[in-house]
């Protein structure tokens, strides 16, 4: 019950010490004062102050980044408050029938500041300390949505050196016994090793390698379907090692178009094409449609496409997909 009700009680403790404070110079002075008058303005006090940790700050904490910045655009409340008490003590004299002050003395205006800053320190503590608790709360989740990345990794992970040492065991059995299935297996050993292999530091792979491992799976498919693959492939990136670009992002829709295209049809057969132009990497895909089933499900996996070229490209990509009945096609451009 206590957790359940302390922010309630915080926020008490809060306004008990702002009185407690602001009230203490007329206890010490033994001043006399109007009660009601008192508590109007403090009413305004406290409606301020919580104007000010749930709206005006939030708002400045989201549209400045920078840390100094940010406390001095602060500051434009104590401005704010001027102009919000100005009606407000219009309004209080009118309610006590007292004649409207049209202006302020010295000892006001002080006094009108002093209320300002203390209203605003304790705003800018309590919107800070939450502010804080977000950022660390999101750190904290980070920091377990990694941890629980790392330990699916060890899960999931194989010894490279076991995987290719068990094909190339296979490979030499049946080289000689079946020549093709050897030769699928070679491919899918090439393709193993190429996934096995680290990346750089910046996460990125060369492009040869991309394309490389997009000519393995063409090729291992071509022998899989026995001949009954028709399909055009075309690149010119051939002797442009320099370029690095991150890896899976060509070979999604490429598996896309293996796994839902038609390629039985000799006359129109599937394309794709991988050119760099001014800078650009250009990948086109077409394919005639597989059949009513393929039509619904042609964009699995392309949403996690869209997702990794905004994280790793934004602003320098750019998708475009025409999808009818009978065909699919894909553009995808990326700045180099």
């Not at 033994?30 to 006090?45: F, G, P, S, W």
């Not at 910045?69 to 401005?79: C, E, K, P, Q, T």
């Not at 492939?233 to 442009?240: A, H, I, P, R």
């Not at 796994?259 to 129109?268: A, E, P, T, V």
Request: proline share 3%.
């Amino acid at each position: 019950m206590i957790k359940k009700y302390s922010p309630i009680l915080a926020h008490i403790a809060i306004i008990f010490i702002f009185i407690t404070i602001e009230s203490s110079k007329y206890l010490i002075g033994k001043q006399k004062v109007d009660v009601l008058i008192l508590t109007l303005y403090y009413i305004y006090d406290i409606s301020f102050f919580y104007f000010s940790s749930y709206v005006y700050l939030p708002f400045i904490y989201r549209k400045v980044s920078q840390k100094y910045i940010r406390v001095a655009v602060s500051f434009s409340a104590i401005i704010l408050y001027w102009l919000m008490i100005m009606p407000y003590s219009a309004f209080v004299q009118f309610c006590k029938g007292l004649p409207i002050t049209k202006s302020f003395s010295p000892e006001v205006l002080s006094l009108v500041l002093y209320r300002a800053l203390l209203i605003l320190g304790f705003a800018y503590v309590l919107w800070h300390n939450k502010y804080m608790l977000k950022i660390e709360k999101e750190r904290n989740k980070e920091r377990e949505r990694n941890l629980r990345l790392e330990n699916d990794l060890l899960r999931a992970q194989l010894n490279p050196h076991l995987v290719n040492n068990v094909l190339g065991l296979v490979h030499e059995h049946l080289i000689e016994k079946s020549p093709k299935d050897a030769q699928i297996l070679e491919i899918l050993a090439d393709i193993t090793t190429d996934a096995f292999m680290k990346s750089k530091l910046d996460g990125t792979v060369p492009l040869l390698s991309e394309v490389g491992t997009v000519k393995s799976y063409l090729q291992l498919h071509k022998l899989i379907k026995e001949g009954n693959c028709y399909l055009d492939f075309t690149s010119n990136v051939g002797e442009l090692e320099a370029h690095k670009i991150y890896p899976f992002l060509l070979l999604e829709p490429v598996l896309n178009l293996l796994k839902y295209g038609d390629l039985s049809d000799k006359q129109q057969p599937a394309r794709i094409e991988i050119v760099i132009y001014n800078g650009i990497l250009v990948l086109k895909t077409w394919n005639k449609k597989a059949g009513q089933s393929a039509r619904s499900t042609h964009h699995f996996g392309m949403d996690n496409l869209k997702s990794r070229l905004n994280a790793y490209y934004i602003s320098k990509h750019d998708l475009h997909v025409i999808d009818n009945q009978s065909s699919y096609s894909l553009t995808l451009e990326i700045e180099l």
